[in-house]
């Protein structure tokens, strides 16, 4: 059974940074981690990918602030989040896609003073 489990999220003011964790367990094999998130009102979207070989993929308004990396020693995959904006306020979920998508259960992300 596929279990992701996400950490670290919390409020942080504008400005500054948090970093996310999803540790994967019962996975094997080829496969790509990656974050998604949905703020209220909006569909999920993609925020950042990698692949086994350490490939990644960013939503094109985020590069630059944050950066995908992984573990794969560890099946971790993390998520660093700079010079946060109020607009990145959203539940952050973590997937892993093989043949099929899993994911994370979600962890809030809000951006305030």
């Known amino acids: 059974q596929v279990q992701l489990v996400e950490s670290g999220g919390g409020l942080v003011q504008p400005g500054g940074s948090l970093r996310l964790s999803c540790a994967a367990s019962?996975?094997?094999?080829?496969?790509?981690m990656g974050w998604y998130r949905q703020a209220p009102g909006k569909q999920r979207e993609l925020v950042a990918s990698?692949?086994?070989?350490?490939?990644?993929n960013y939503a094109d308004s985020l590069k630059g602030r944050f950066t995908i990396s992984r573990d794969n020693a560890k099946n971790t995959v993390y998520l660093q989040m700079n010079s946060l904006k109020s607009e990145d306020t959203a539940v952050y979920y973590c997937?892993?896609?093989?043949?099929?998508?899993?994911w994370g259960q979600g962890t809030q992300v809000t951006v305030s003073i």
């Open positions: 997937n892993v896609h093989t043949k099929y998508d899993y």
């Open positions: 019962g996975i094997f094999g080829i496969y790509t």
């Open positions: 990698i692949t086994n070989g350490d490939m990644t």
